[in-house]
């Protein structure tokens, strides 16, 4: 489904990602793992356009990405959650969800402004549609809440919530873990699943908790130095001396 | 458009209806003439600035060239005025893409100078190619709608308010809608809203022609209430004088831009008892409101009404 080749990206003298290649089959949970620093989130924010690769090629169901404009790419069907947090503050936990289904309506300023009836039902159906999501996230009591009042937990789950009504085919979760307690980890991690399993939803995750992603992974990519140096299953993963020493370091 | 807001708009009309009634003075009319008019352009810098988070120091631009256009167009070629307006409208529009397309680069300090010199421009320009130069023109005709001539002013009064509420309905309804959703989340963060696929650049743009078609249709109406300009009267002066208004009022609620710009036009003249001191008082009153009224004056209404609905609603 999501095939990365090559890649190639340094920022100044730095070089984040050099060579990295490997895919991400439809209906897969996948895990992109790695010491801090590997090139993780780099790699995230190349696969959703933030700033384009220097070289190398994405591509999505056939179609290459790599040299296309984050709306696009959202357009297409990738959706994404955020290490740091960046919901819209500001406005309510329906409201956040509601701007997720911007790329699939089409309601403009002046038709909106005079509020025709194709407006008023498109409408309709976006708020139906995200109280649907939330029902499904389970944060619909909160709805008319402000994004920003929320606790950490349940603003990962609402960053979710606004990426689903994108209607990803994939989706990119950053750390969705860091900063939740076991319980919440735990939830989040029946969540992934269920999005996988219900929804046929792809997921590639980056997340530090090994616990997390030994659980739920069919596949892991393991980064080092902005390199790929492990790719397999969890039990393949587990046992690479490459990725032992690269965790724990080597014996001299 | 919430509850809150159609009451509100309901009790705006009332009030425009009764204002000319009550006060049979054409001196108070007058003034709610243009506060009517700086309502529209207060209006516009409300969204631009306190929903999509983009700031302008060159809206007298925009509102030059409405008068200009429309007034030209009249008092030169003799067109319909209503259709003028629309014409005046257009060009700002357009004039609103020059000035934004550059300007999506920038933001906070170095926007606002960006906007600035734009409004600057537009005011060398009058004097230079204008109708008129530097000492303008006049003999432009007042308002008509076919037959009808809103000669009178009570009548322009209803005419200039009665757009300030068609201009209020139109944008309460695209701010709670999916273009206005998306205004507020650029303001929030724009990674996320360019991951959520939001075409940041069109939105930036479009939300500059949106204020800058209100400051045209402001500017028409002051033509041809006056039926005389000269380009003195667009020049940065009016454009900070727009941005006072909205930051008094409230720069997140459109209701800040109306009540804003009735009480930057009235205070003026409430002042004239202290004669040759009231520009010093004036200011005065600007700076303690800056310093003590941050979010505005209507934000801090709403605030305390909802205090004291809050133990009633409790008590249910």
Same mark, same amino acid.
């Given at each position: 489904?999501?095939?990365?080749?090559?890649?190639?990206?340094?920022?100044?003298?730095?070089?984040?990602?050099?060579?990295?290649?490997?895919?991400?089959? !439809?209906?897969?949970?996948?895990?992109?793992?790695?010491?801090? !620093?590997?090139?993780?989130?780099?790699?995230?924010?190349?696969?959703?356009?933030?700033?384009?690769?220097?070289?190398?090629?994405?591509?999505?169901?056939?179609?290459?990405?790599?040299?296309? *404009?984050? /709306?696009?790419?959202?357009?297409?069907?990738?959706?994404?959650?955020?290490?740091?947090?960046?919901?819209?503050?500001?406005?309510?936990?329906?409201?956040?969800?509601?701007?997720?289904?911007?790329?699939?309506?089409?309601?403009?300023?002046?038709?909106?402004?005079?509020?025709?009836?194709?407006?008023?039902?498109?409408?309709?159906?976006?708020?139906?549609?995200?109280?649907?999501?939330?029902?499904?996230?389970?944060?619909? %009591?909160?709805?008319?809440?402000?994004?920003?009042?929320?606790?950490?937990?349940?603003?990962?789950?609402?960053?979710?919530?606004?990426?689903?009504? /994108?209607? *990803?085919?994939?989706?990119?979760?950053?750390?969705?873990?860091?900063?939740?307690?076991?319980?919440?980890?735990?939830?989040?991690?029946?969540?992934?699943?269920?999005?996988?399993?219900?929804?046929?939803?792809?997921?590639?995750?980056?997340?530090?908790?090994?616990?997390?992603?030994?659980?739920?992974?069919?596949?892991?990519?393991?980064?080092?130095?902005?390199?790929?140096?492990?790719?397999?299953?969890?039990?393949?993963?587990?046992?690479?001396?490459?990725?032992?020493?690269?965790?724990?370091?080597?014996?001299? | 458009?919430?509850?809150?807001?159609?009451?509100?708009?309901?009790?705006?009309?009332?009030?425009?209806?009764?204002?000319?009634?009550?006060?049979? %003075?054409?001196?108070?009319? /007058?003034?709610? #003439?243009?506060?009517?008019?700086?309502?529209?352009?207060?209006?516009?810098?409300?969204?631009?600035?306190?929903?999509?988070?983009?700031? %302008?120091?060159?809206?007298?631009?925009?509102?030059?060239?409405?008068?200009?256009?429309?007034?030209?167009?009249?008092?030169?070629?003799?067109?319909?005025?209503?259709?003028?307006?629309?014409?005046?409208?257009?060009?700002?529009?357009?004039?609103?893409?020059?000035?934004?397309?550059?300007?999506?680069?920038?933001?906070?300090?170095?926007?606002?100078?960006?906007?600035?010199?734009?409004?600057?421009?537009?005011?060398?320009?009058?004097?230079?190619?204008?109708?008129?130069?530097?000492?303008?023109?006049?003999?432009? *005709?007042?308002?008509?709608?076919?037959?009808?001539?809103?000669?009178?002013?009570?009548?322009?009064?209803?005419?200039?308010?009665?757009?300030?509420?068609?201009?209020?309905?139109?944008?309460?309804?695209?701010?709670?809608?999916?273009?206005?959703?998306?205004?507020?989340?650029?303001?929030?963060?724009?990674?996320?809203?360019?991951?959520?696929?939001?075409?940041?650049?069109?939105?930036?743009?479009?939300?500059?022609?949106?204020?800058?078609?209100?400051?045209?249709?402001?500017?028409?109406?002051?033509?041809?209430?006056? /039926?005389?300009?000269?380009?003195?009267?667009?020049?940065?002066?009016?454009?900070?004088?727009?941005?006072?208004?909205?930051?008094?009022?409230?720069?997140?609620?459109?209701?800040?831009?109306?009540?804003?710009?009735?009480?930057?036009?009235?205070?003026?003249?409430?002042?004239?008892?202290?004669?040759?001191?009231? #520009?010093?008082?004036?200011?005065?009153?600007?700076?303690?409101?800056?310093?003590?009224?941050?979010?505005?004056?209507?934000?801090?209404?709403?605030?305390?009404?909802?205090?004291?609905?809050?133990?009633?609603?409790?008590?249910?």
């Amino acid at each position: 489904m999501l095939a990365i080749n090559t890649i190639g990206k340094s920022f100044g003298g730095l070089i984040a990602l050099n060579n990295v290649s490997f895919r991400v089959d !439809g209906g897969s949970i996948s895990a992109l793992i790695g010491p801090n !620093g590997a090139g993780k989130t780099t790699l995230l924010n190349i696969i959703s356009g933030i700033f384009p690769p220097d070289i190398g090629k994405i591509s999505f169901s056939g179609t290459t990405i790599s040299d296309l *404009p984050a /709306t696009k790419i959202a357009r297409a069907g990738i959706s994404r959650t955020f290490q740091q947090v960046e919901l819209f503050g500001d406005m309510t936990v329906l409201e956040n969800v509601m701007v997720g289904r911007y790329s699939r309506t089409r309601s403009g300023f002046i038709s909106s402004g005079l509020r025709l009836p194709f407006v008023r039902k498109e409408e309709r159906e976006t708020r139906d549609r995200s109280l649907g999501i939330l029902d499904y996230i389970g944060l619909r %009591s909160r709805k008319d809440e402000l994004a920003s009042n929320l606790p950490l937990g349940e603003q990962r789950i609402l960053e979710i919530g606004r990426a689903l009504a /994108t209607e *990803p085919g994939l989706l990119l979760l950053d750390e969705p873990a860091a900063g939740l307690n076991i319980r919440e980890t735990r939830s989040l991690g029946e969540m992934i699943v269920r999005l996988r399993n219900e929804k046929k939803i792809t997921i590639l995750l980056v997340e530090h908790d090994m616990d997390l992603v030994m659980r739920i992974s069919d596949r892991i990519a393991v980064l080092n130095f902005g390199e790929v140096i492990a790719d397999g299953t969890p039990l393949e993963v587990q046992k690479n001396q490459a990725v032992i020493s690269a965790y724990l370091g080597t014996e001299e | 458009m919430n509850r809150d807001n159609s009451l509100a708009v309901l009790v705006l009309i009332a009030v425009i209806i009764f204002v000319p009634l009550v006060s049979g %003075s054409a001196y108070v009319i /007058t003034i709610g #003439v243009f506060s009517g008019i700086n309502a529209l352009i207060a209006i516009g810098l409300c969204i631009l600035m306190g929903y999509a988070g983009q700031v %302008s120091l060159g809206q007298a631009g925009f509102y030059g060239i409405g008068a200009y256009v429309s007034a030209t167009l009249t008092h030169h070629y003799g067109l319909p005025v209503p259709l003028c307006v629309a014409a005046a409208m257009i060009v700002s529009a357009f004039a609103a893409v020059i000035l934004a397309v550059p300007s999506l680069r920038l933001k906070g300090h170095y926007l606002a100078v960006a906007t600035l010199s734009f409004g600057e421009i537009i005011n060398i320009a009058l004097n230079e190619w204008g109708p008129g130069g530097p000492s303008g023109f006049g003999d432009i *005709p007042t308002f008509n709608i076919l037959d009808f001539i809103f000669d009178t002013t009570t009548s322009y009064f209803y005419l200039v308010w009665g757009c300030v509420v068609l201009v209020l309905l139109f944008s309460f309804n695209f701010i709670n809608s999916r273009t206005g959703r998306a205004l507020r989340a650029l303001h929030g963060s724009e990674l996320a809203s360019r991951a959520m696929g939001l075409d940041v650049t069109a939105l930036k743009i479009k939300v500059f022609v949106i204020s800058a078609a209100y400051a045209s249709l402001a500017g028409s109406l002051y033509a041809h209430y006056v /039926t005389f300009i000269s380009p003195s009267s667009f020049t940065l002066f009016y454009s900070i004088l727009v941005l006072m208004m909205v930051v008094i009022g409230g720069i997140t609620n459109l209701w800040g831009g109306v009540v804003g710009a009735i009480l930057i036009t009235i205070l003026p003249e409430l002042l004239r008892s202290f004669e040759e001191f009231d #520009v010093l008082v004036y200011g005065l009153i600007l700076t303690l409101s800056l310093m003590f009224l941050r979010r505005g004056l209507v934000p801090l209404l709403i605030e305390k009404i909802k205090q004291l609905r809050g133990p009633l609603i409790a008590r249910d």
